[in-house]
């Protein structure tokens, strides 16, 4: 087993290929980084996300459609890792990390992310170590090896593509904006934030970009609350760092979180941002800018908070954009990773030893 030069790892996505969230996010970039640095990456994930991932990087396509259970995508699993002889197992989420426990792990070094609040991590207790991306995860999980490392992001000025100048949607000249931006799915309740918007009674504009199974609820609700005018579900946005240049502030009204992404994204493009008590964002907000819940009320009190003063909103959150570029940044991210699968490995190669 290598602890000092380049390692193999094995990096397990076990979500059946349906779709690409933050989970699925976080392990593409995490993949090109690793193998950036050196390190031999292969991605064992269902084959739908193949075109994600390109060389270096190796891609196993696998059955992961199949319930963790099955004796057929077990095997394959098993066969594929046998084949890889990685010296770390990284699982994402908590079907990988059930599927990894179940494996015998033949001297290497495992490893979990938990992405997401759960009301059970019991699938990581068999693993080495476990990676929680919120300090709430970390306190929660009672792993006996648990290490908190941020979800980070490349920082806006050194992405290869420059998103500066090109939007997919017009920006709306109005003020304030505020800028809610995610998967178009229950989770995210933006059919709360609807209502708190047309509560507050706000002037400006609220806009939602993304797409999902929810919006014909959505564009229902604005229709039947009278606020065409006012709320804009404009769909899909691939140049979003205009849209948090411009916004007066991001907001999140999720009911969980494992560690928003699009927190990160507005911090590091100076953009405020204010959210419910979402997992993660305590340590970056200051207190006034979080919700006391996410009821409909709680939230429109966010919002009215939010515009009585947006002059200031900048000034108070100038700490937040400091951590962000420090601490929330993809090489951040990737050096506390690997340091973590040293200290696994060699952990792992103590107990192996003779």
């Known amino acids: 087993m290598n602890n000092r030069g380049p390692l193999t790892i094995a990096l397990v996505i076990a979500t059946p290929g349906t779709g690409w969230g933050g989970m699925e996010k976080h392990t593409a970039d995490l993949a090109e980084a690793l193998a950036a640095r050196g390190h031999a990456i292969h991605v064992l ?3 739908a996300y193949s075109e994600r991932f390109s060389k270096p990087v190796l891609f196993h396509p696998l059955p992961f459609q199949l319930g963790r259970r099955n004796l057929w995508l077990r095997h ?3 066969r594929t890792l046998r084949s890889i002889q990685p010296d770390i197992a990284h699982a994402q989420g908590n079907k990988a990390a059930s599927l990894i426990s179940a494996m015998p792990h033949n001297g290497r070094a495992t490893v979990g992310t938990v992405h997401g609040t759960k ?3 019991k699938a990581f207790n068999k693993l080495n170590g476990l990676i929680g991306v919120s300090r709430e995860i970390i306190d929660s999980a ?3 090896n648990a290490r908190l490392i941020y979800n980070g992001l490349e920082p806006w000025q050194e992405k290869r593509s420059n998103p500066a100048q090109a939007t997919d949607i017009p920006i709306p000249e109005e003020r304030p904006l505020l800028l809610a931006a995610g998967r178009l799915e229950p989770v995210k309740q933006f059919d709360r934030l609807v209502r708190a918007w047309a509560r507050t009674g706000s002037a400006g504009k609220l806009v939602i970009l993304g797409d999902g199974s929810q919006r014909p609820k ?4 604005v229709r039947e609350l009278g606020a065409e005018d006012q709320i ?3 769909g899909h946005e691939s140049g979003i760092l205009p849209w948090l240049k411009a916004a007066t502030a991001c907001v999140i009204s999720s009911n969980r979180e494992g560690f928003p992404y699009i927190m990160v994204e507005a911090l590091m493009a100076g953009c405020p941002v204010v959210s419910t008590p979402v997992s993660g964002v305590s340590d970056f907000l200051p207190p006034g800018c979080i919700s006391a819940s996410d ?3 709680d939230i429109a009190e966010l919002i009215r908070r939010t515009l009585a003063d947006t002059s200031s909103l900048a000034d108070l959150q100038s700490e937040s954009f400091r951590q962000a570029r420090t601490q929330l940044t993809l090489a951040t991210m990737v050096a506390k990773t690997e340091a973590f699968y040293r200290d696994l490995i ?3 190669s103590t107990k192996h030893s003779p």
């Open 45 to 47: 994930a269902h084959s």
């Open 76 to 78: 394959r699993l098993q």
């Open 119 to 121: 009301s059970s991590h």
């Open 142 to 144: 009672r792993h006996p």
């Open 218 to 221: 959505l564009d229902a609700l």
């Open 232 to 234: 804009l579900l404009p």
């Open 295 to 297: 009821d409909v009320d």
């Open 346 to 348: 060699a952990s792992a």
